[in-house]
């Protein structure tokens, strides 16, 4: 049973800065186009970032381009998302999922068409 564990969340003052890691045992990591997602009370889950499964290939939800980043280290089978300059808004679980699906070499920004899911981490900005 394929398991994705998150880490790194918790509270953080506006302005501030976390990073989120989603690690595996599976080795079947490296064929695995990722995403992180995120829900806050009320709504919809979104897309936060994906990245192919490379890594030489990546995706932003609007709300966070130029303040978040992407990487995975396939040699470690783990994705992270750097999150600088932390907003109010960005307050939500944030999850970790994995696409186990051909082809390998795309982003993926629909949360339906993942496999796997991670337990989620709580991120909260205070402002």
């Known amino acids: 049973q394929v398991q994705l564990v998150e880490s790194g969340g918790g509270l953080v003052q506006a302005g501030g800065s976390l990073r989120l890691s989603c690690a595996t045992s599976?080795?079947?990591?490296?064929?695995?186009?990722m995403g992180w997602f995120r829900q806050a009370p009320g709504k919809e889950r979104e897309l936060v970032a994906a990245?192919?499964?490379?890594?030489?290939?990546?995706r932003y939800g609007d709300s966070v381009e130029g303040r978040f980043t992407i990487s995975r280290d396939n040699a470690k089978n783990t994705v992270y998302l750097r999150m600088n300059d932390l907003k109010h808004e960005d307050t939500a679980v944030y999850y970790c999922?994995?696409?186990?699906?051909?082809?390998?070499?795309?982003?993926?920004?629909?949360?339906?068409?993942?496999?796997?899911w991670g337990q989620g981490t709580q991120v909260t900005v205070s402002s």
């Open positions: 999922a994995a696409f186990d699906h051909t082809p390998h070499d795309i982003l993926v920004p629909t949360a339906r068409l993942y496999n796997y």
């Open positions: 599976s080795r079947s990591f490296i064929t695995w186009a």
């Open positions: 990245i192919n499964w490379s890594g030489d290939s990546t």
